[in-house]
């Protein structure tokens, strides 16, 4: 079992930062790869980005490329989402998932990510 929890959500002005951070607990929790992924009211949830369990692989999704940076620190068990220039758009609840994975890969079908974390809200002001 792995267990997610998820922080760093709130409310910010358009242009302006936020990061988000997912502490990751449970038997090998080092060794999933790790994704973000993103749901607006009324809309599906939306794949954000994701990073292998050794860190030197990630994968973003076109409409946060340039702006977001994903990162992780095994020893601390935690992955977090840089989002700069924030936009209107990308208001939603940001979820926090974690994939079995090969050292090096990276995973951004939603379908293959066995946990879950509770999601945190981001809000982003015009």
């Known amino acids: 079992q792995v267990q997610l929890v998820e922080s760093g959500g709130g409310l910010v002005q358009a242009g302006g930062s936020l990061r988000l951070s997912c502490a990751v607990s449970?038997?090998?929790?080092?060794?999933?790869?790790m994704g973000w992924f993103r749901q607006a009211p009324g809309k599906e949830r939306e794949f954000v980005s994701s990073i292998s369990w050794s860190g030197g692989s990630t994968v973003y999704g076109d409409s946060v490329k340039g702006r977001f940076t994903i990162s992780r620190d095994n020893a601390k068990n935690m992955v977090y989402l840089q989002m700069n220039s924030l936009k209107p758009e990308d208001t939603a609840v940001y979820y926090c998932a974690a994939a079995p994975a090969y050292y090096r890969q990276t995973v951004s079908r939603q379908d293959l990510y066995d946990y879950w974390g509770q999601g945190t809200q981001v809000t982003v002001s015009s």
């Open positions: 449970g038997r090998t929790a080092s060794t999933y790869a």
